[in-house]
């Protein structure tokens, strides 16, 4: 079970690297104008998107294989399961972001994509903390 541990915390980790870094190609995709700049952010996003695809399936089936084999419960476990349903929300909803710049039909400023940059940041602290404290 300790290789499994192992490979679900290198997958999360890589899937947020993702995470943190696409919503900041976000920033700089809304505060340029030119044409050939917007195209490459665009394939950027595009492939940062679909690499951070399957790591996060991966961790996420990594961290079912642990909760199974674990047969781990408590509220700690169901808090840190909906902060993980919200992480897997906002994800989509960069996919959502991203074809919206490709298509031209961005209405958010940088400065929006600054805040909103920071919410994994929020859940990654949350996440950890229930998972190393497990305060209820």
């Known amino acids: 079970m300790l290789w499994i541990k192992a490979l679900h915390i290198i997958f999360v980790t890589s899937w947020f ?9 976000f ?8 044409a050939a700049t917007q195209e490459r952010l665009s394939l950027m996003e595009h492939k940062l998107y679909r690499f951070m695809l399957p790591l996060a399936l991966l961790a ?3 961290g079912l294989w642990l909760w199974l084999g674990y047969g781990i419960t408590g509220g700690w476990m ?19 972001l991203m074809r919206d710049f490709k298509s031209g039909k961005n209405a958010r400023s940088h400065i929006w994509y600054r805040w909103f940059n920071e919410a994994p940041v929020l859940i990654l602290f949350a996440v950890v903390i229930l998972v190393v404290v497990k305060p209820f």
């Open 27 to 34: 920033v700089n995709h809304a505060m340029v104008s030119d």
């Open 60 to 62: 996420l089936a990594f």
């Open 78 to 96: 169901h808090a840190k399961l909906l902060l993980v349903t919200g992480l897997i929300a906002y994800h989509i909803y960069c996919g959502k």
């Open 17 to 25: 690297a993702g995470l943190f870094y696409l919503p900041r190609l």
